[in-house]
């Protein structure tokens, strides 16, 4: 396993080749390979707001039932990982991560080449798709510096961060500016979004037209022209998923568990045609 790169210099010096990659199925690089890799990675630096905890009593008391987790989300845990505290909350478990894209690699046809995930929190999705291998090109974005910068240096861990393309802006900004240059044919899209608003751990049927701060509309239309995988809550209103179909098209939805119980769903929404989109 890895030696701990508990800063941005310590990452950039590593001299060991040690990367912490926990697959085995994963190529490790050697320094001059990694540092070549580097120098062509957009290094987006840890903050004060980014932690390694070692200890509970270092943690928040309200996110030390996540700490308590800390080896089921991250097995590499003990490498170095980082976190903002806040990303604790939405980051996916590296096991439901690993099925996802184990799923995504099965149900998309060889022709498309690229993933964006577009909400990328701390990296852990995007760290499963880079070490699945299945895609020619990783694109992670996140909105927060501080959370790229831990989604990175996790990466980094994991031996994949110079395979992801990290891009630090607004999903919706860059999917409308970058219209042009994404090919839709070639293109998925995985968005794990925040789930704040009324009722996500209370109601027995989650409304997505209230989460919060998107409604799953909002993130539907931003993605629709291109096949989707929208990871949600486990209760989610399957009436409201079932609309986002394309006419004709199926939706298929899938339910994520870890030792027996749901920790959410992931929604396979086909892109819709052009001329839907033209409507
Ligand atoms: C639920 S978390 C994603 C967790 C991620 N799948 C993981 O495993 O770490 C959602 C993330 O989306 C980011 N976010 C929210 N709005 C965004 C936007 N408009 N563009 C890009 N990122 C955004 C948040 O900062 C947060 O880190």
Same mark, same amino acid.
């Given at each position: 396993?890895?030696?701990?790169?508990?800063?941005?210099?310590?990452?950039?010096?590593?001299?060991? @080749?040690?990367?912490?990659?926990?697959?085995?199925?994963?190529?490790?690089?050697?320094?001059?390979?990694?540092?070549?890799?580097?120098?062509?990675?957009?290094?987006?630096?840890?903050?004060?707001?980014?932690?390694?905890?070692?200890?509970?009593?270092?943690?928040?008391?309200?996110?030390?039932?996540?700490?308590?987790?800390?080896?089921?989300?991250?097995?590499?845990?003990?490498? @170095?990982?980082?976190?903002?505290?806040?990303?604790?909350?939405?980051?996916?478990?590296?096991?439901?991560?690993?099925?996802?894209?184990?799923?995504?690699?099965?149900?998309?046809?060889?022709?498309?080449?690229?993933?964006?995930?577009?909400?990328? @929190?701390? @990296? $852990?999705?995007?760290?499963? &798709?880079?070490?699945?291998?299945?895609?020619?090109?990783?694109?992670?974005?996140?909105?927060?510096?501080?959370?790229?910068?831990?989604?990175?240096?996790?990466?980094?861990?994991?031996?994949?961060?110079?395979?992801?393309?990290?891009?630090?802006?607004?999903? &919706?900004?860059?999917?409308?500016?970058?219209?042009?240059?994404?090919?839709?044919?070639?293109?998925?899209?995985?968005?794990?979004?925040?789930? $704040?608003?009324?009722?996500?751990?209370?109601?027995?049927? &989650?409304? /997505?037209?209230?989460?919060?701060?998107?409604?799953?509309?909002?993130?539907?239309?931003?993605?629709?022209?291109?096949?989707?995988?929208?990871?949600?809550?486990?209760?989610?209103? /399957?009436?409201?998923?079932?609309?986002?179909?394309?006419?004709?098209?199926?939706?298929?939805?899938?339910?994520?568990?870890?030792? $027996?119980?749901?920790?959410?769903?992931?929604?396979?929404?086909?892109?819709?045609?052009?001329?839907?989109?033209?409507?």
């Amino acid at each position: 396993m890895a030696k701990s790169p508990s800063n941005e210099k310590s990452r950039n010096q590593s001299s060991t @080749g040690e990367t912490g990659n926990s697959n085995n199925s994963t190529k490790k690089q050697s320094p001059q390979e990694d540092n070549m890799d580097l120098e062509e990675e957009t290094i987006f630096p840890l903050t004060d707001e980014c932690h390694h905890y070692q200890q509970r009593k270092e943690v928040p008391w309200d996110i030390q039932k996540y700490w308590d987790q800390r080896y089921s989300i991250w097995t590499a845990y003990d490498d @170095g990982i980082h976190m903002t505290d806040d990303a604790w909350f939405g980051v996916t478990p590296e096991p439901v991560a690993n099925k996802v894209a184990s799923d995504l690699t099965t149900r998309t046809p060889p022709s498309k080449t690229t993933i964006i995930d577009i909400f990328a @929190g701390a @990296g $852990g999705n995007a760290i499963a &798709f880079a070490l699945s291998g299945r895609w020619t090109t990783v694109i992670a974005i996140e909105k927060n510096p501080s959370v790229i910068a831990c989604a990175q240096h996790n990466a980094y861990i994991y031996g994949v961060s110079s395979q992801i393309t990290w891009i630090n802006a607004d999903c &919706f900004d860059y999917l409308s500016s970058q219209d042009s240059s994404i090919d839709l044919s070639k293109t998925v899209i995985f968005a794990s979004p925040p789930w $704040g608003g009324p009722g996500y751990r209370s109601d027995k049927v &989650f409304n /997505l037209k209230t989460m919060l701060p998107y409604s799953v509309q909002a993130i539907h239309d931003a993605c629709k022209m291109m096949d989707s995988a929208l990871y949600l809550p486990r209760t989610s209103d /399957l009436r409201q998923i079932a609309k986002l179909a394309p006419p004709g098209e199926k939706v298929e939805v899938v339910q994520y568990c870890m030792e $027996g119980a749901s920790k959410a769903l992931v929604a396979y929404i086909p892109a819709a045609s052009s001329q839907e989109i033209d409507k």
